[in-house]
């Protein structure tokens, strides 16, 4: 199994530029997490989804945040207009329900 | 509402000394707990976790943790550090068959010294 893959794994913008980032979790993981790393505040849940639903958006930072999931092979994570605050490293996980989450290797934002 | 707190943001051991890595849990249900680890660059990997059963729990590379009700806690162990075992360590808890996704901690940074 490939794991969690992310894509891109670097990602360097200028401010008011959309972002989307992309997400393919583990073939038959039913639930789906994005969580975001930084030195202030360390890992932060986002949002995260069962059977392509979103259950908890609580974590989104705000309207400029959106994430979608159209597949249960597929999710993205969108940024529009990014921040320099926005600067992060954002982690998608996936599970089978059993609470182990699968990490991917995280997709490093900067926001110039 | 659950939440994690790992005493020690740095710990410094030698190599061969041993592990100990602090955490404390609130949670209003029974909880899950796990370690993580991260190495630089990396995603977080499972070292471990607690769901129900046996309280003291094995995981990867000769870690293990205590769960340990009357404390609200879940520190990680191991006997001998290796160089190697330099990373970040993350607890974290989740509500078990409820809330699904996981509460982390700030994490620990392990240093081994040589």
């Known amino acids: 199994d490939a794991g969690v893959i992310q894509s891109p794994r670097h990602e360097v913008t200028e401010m008011g530029q959309e972002v989307t980032l992309r997400c393919k979790p583990i073939s038959g993981h039913d639930y789906l997490f994005w969580y975001r790393q930084t030195m202030m505040r360390g890992l932060e849940l986002l949002i995260y989804?069962?059977?392509?639903?979103?259950?908890?958006d609580s974590g989104m930072p705000e309207d400029r945040f959106s994430a979608k999931m159209p597949n249960a092979s597929f999710s993205t994570l969108k940024i529009q207009p990014s921040e320099p605050r926005d600067s992060a490293v954002y982690f998608c996980?996936?599970?089978?329900?059993?609470?182990?989450?699968?990490f991917g290797a995280g997709s490093r934002l900067t926001v110039l | 509402a659950q939440s994690v707190t790992q005493l020690g943001s740095h710990v410094s051991v030698s190599e061969g000394a041993l592990v100990l890595l602090r955490c404390n849990y609130s949670s209003s249900v029974p909880p899950y707990l796990f370690w993580y680890v991260q190495y630089p660059n990396q995603g977080l990997q499972l070292l471990l976790k607690y769901t129900t059963g046996a309280t003291l729990v094995k995981g990867i590379n000769g870690f293990e943790a205590e769960f340990k009700k009357s404390e609200t806690s879940f520190h990680l162990t191991k006997p001998s550090a290796h160089m190697s075992d330099a990373a970040e360590y993350f607890c974290?808890?989740?509500?078990?068959?409820?809330?699904?996704?996981?509460?982390f901690g700030s994490g620990t940074r392990l240093q081994v010294q040589p």
């Open positions: 996980a996936s599970s089978a329900g059993a609470n182990v989450l699968t």
């Open positions: 989804f069962n059977n392509n639903v979103p259950i908890d």
């Open positions: 974290a808890v989740s509500e078990g068959t409820g809330r699904r996704a996981l509460t």
